[in-house]
Nanobody, 124 residues
Framework: QVQLVESGGGLVQAGGSLRLSCAASGRTFSSYGMGWFRQAPGKEREFVARISQRGGTTNYADSVKGRFTISRDNAKNTVYLQMNSLKPEDTAVYYC?????????????????WGQGTQVTVSS
């Protein structure tokens, strides 16, 4: 089992940047694929990005491609989401999640472990 704690959210103006972190504890972090999801008010939780166990493969939702970068540091048991050129529509609670599955995983049901979320608000 793994426990996840997000940090780094906040209020930023449109065009600005934020870096989210997700610290993991418990079982070997490097055995998990990691993902970031977000949920805006009144909307369903959606996939943002994922990274493979060793960090060699990343995938992004079309809405964030070219603006967001997911990375991980297995020595620090941490996954990051660098968010640049933020837009008001990026406003949401951002969650990190861990999966035992190998390969591409973008569905909520594919992730067994979740953090509590961190709020990101982008003002226009």
């Amino acid at each position: 089992q793994v426990q996840l704690v997000e940090s780094g959210g906040g209020l930023v103006q449109a065009g600005g940047s934020l870096r989210l972190s997700c610290a993991a504890s418990g079982r070997t972090f490097s055995s998990y694929g990691m993902g970031w999801f977000r949920q805006a008010p009144g909307k369903e939780r959606e996939f943002v990005a994922r990274i493979s166990q060793r960090g060699g493969t990343t995938n992004y939702a079309d809405s964030v491609k070219g603006r967001f970068t997911i990375s991980r540091d297995n020595a620090k048991n941490t996954v990051y989401l660098q968010m640049n050129s933020l837009k008001p529509e990026d406003t949401a609670v951002y969650y990190c999640a861990a999966t035992d599955l190998l390969g591409y995983a973008s569905k909520i049901s594919q992730y067994a472990y979740w953090g509590q979320g961190t709020q990101v608000t982008v003002s226009s």
